[in-house]
């Protein structure tokens, strides 16, 4: 197409609300957390790759409710604890911790669950 369509094209979608980037940030906060259980540090650095505002990334991570995101974090280290088969617990708690954290969780909250759940 040429260039003068596809602006004209875009600032259309843009004016009837079908390109809006905050929709799109919720949708994307909702999905990761609830089916790909990721924690806000990784859905914040994915939404900064797809060049959304750090406004619109923050209004968008108010959508996750704090309780939710608690048990959610609970559920998932206490999952993946009982799946670790390694014996010695230093080892056994840099699993867990590098697993949370790859998938997102907050430092303080991953080594506070992993205090908590292997001793």
Known sequence: MIPEACDII???LLEHNFLNEERFAKAFVKGKFRI???GKYRITQELKLREISKTIITSAL???PEVDYIDTLNELAEKKSLS???SNTQKKKKKLANYLLYRGWETHLVYD???ELIK
Request: glycine letters at 0%; charged letters at 40%; a positive charge.
């Open 10 to 12: 875009i600032v259309h």
């Open 36 to 38: 790909k259980k990721w």
């Open 62 to 64: 108010k959508e996750i």
């Open 84 to 86: 670790i088969t390694e």
């Open 113 to 115: 669950k992993v205090s």
